[in-house]
């Protein structure tokens, strides 16, 4: 059975911070994707990671792919109130989408 | 476009009852999936469809049916609920399998009494 383990499970800072949080595994991926949820809402698409070692940022939020392919990071720089939310990564195996339980992320004024 | 819709929102059975969850999307998506979310777990898969009159299980099948009669919709069925279906179902469709993005609808809060 294929896992991601994500951590922490729960995250809670001030404005302004800078966080990391990881996903894991003992299996290689084709490709790691990084949703967000918000509260009552369904995930939205962040990013796709296809290439080991490959590095994606999207303004504040930096994603990395593991050399290889079987962990990732989300750095959030300078976090905001707004990058509240829950975090889930999930990874492309087999045509299948094996998906972690995620880090809740609270970003306090 | 609306996306990915769900319906209802919100619903409370009792133990045993029947329900349907109808999920559409607008997108011309031939890949549909139906989730559920609990705390602490993650999504799980429940049933998917590659396609329109096509279905095939996930991970956590047992206890729901689905169909797919039409490309556009895809129902999720509970012939006889128990508590333990109690959870967030989100429905998602993709244009393709493995790595192309899934779009997921906003959700349905089942409680199961």
């Known amino acids: 059975t294929q896992l991601l383990e994500q951590s922490p499970q729960f995250l809670s800072i001030q404005e302004g911070e800078n966080l990391t949080v990881y996903c894991n595994s003992s299996?290689?991926?084709?490709?790691l994707q990084w949703y967000r949820q918000e509260p009552g809402e369904g995930p939205v698409l962040l990013v796709t990671?296809?290439?080991g070692g490959e590095v994606k940022k999207l303004k504040r939020l930096t994603f990395q792919f593991g050399d290889a392919r079987k962990d990732s990071s989300l750095h959030i720089t300078a976090a905001q109130p707004g990058d509240t939310g829950l975090y889930l990564c999930?990874?492309?195996?087999?045509?299948?989408?094996?998906w972690g339980a995620g880090t809740k992320l609270i970003i306090k004024p | 476009n609306a996306g990915v819709t769900q319906t209802p929102k919100f619903r409370v059975l009792k133990t045993g009852q029947s329900m349907t969850l109808l999920c559409a999307q607008d997108?011309?998506?031939?890949?549909m999936y139906w989730y559920r979310q609990d705390p602490g777990m993650g999504l799980r898969l429940i049933h998917y469809?590659?396609?329109?009159?096509?279905?095939a299980k996930g991970e956590v099948p047992d206890g729901y049916n689905v169909s797919r009669l039409k490309k556009q919709n895809f129902l999720l069925g509970l012939e006889s609920a128990a508590p333990s279906q109690t959870s967030v179902y989100f429905c998602?469709?993709?244009?393709?399998?493995?790595?192309?993005?899934?779009?997921f609808g906003p959700g349905t809060r089942l409680t199961v009494l």
């Open positions: 990671v296809v290439t």
């Open positions: 999930a990874g492309v195996s087999n045509y299948q989408l094996i």
């Open positions: 299996s290689v991926f084709s490709s």
């Open positions: 998602a469709s993709s244009p393709g399998t493995g790595g192309n993005t899934q779009y």
């Open positions: 469809s590659v396609g329109e009159g096509t279905t």
């Open positions: 997108m011309n998506h031939e890949y």
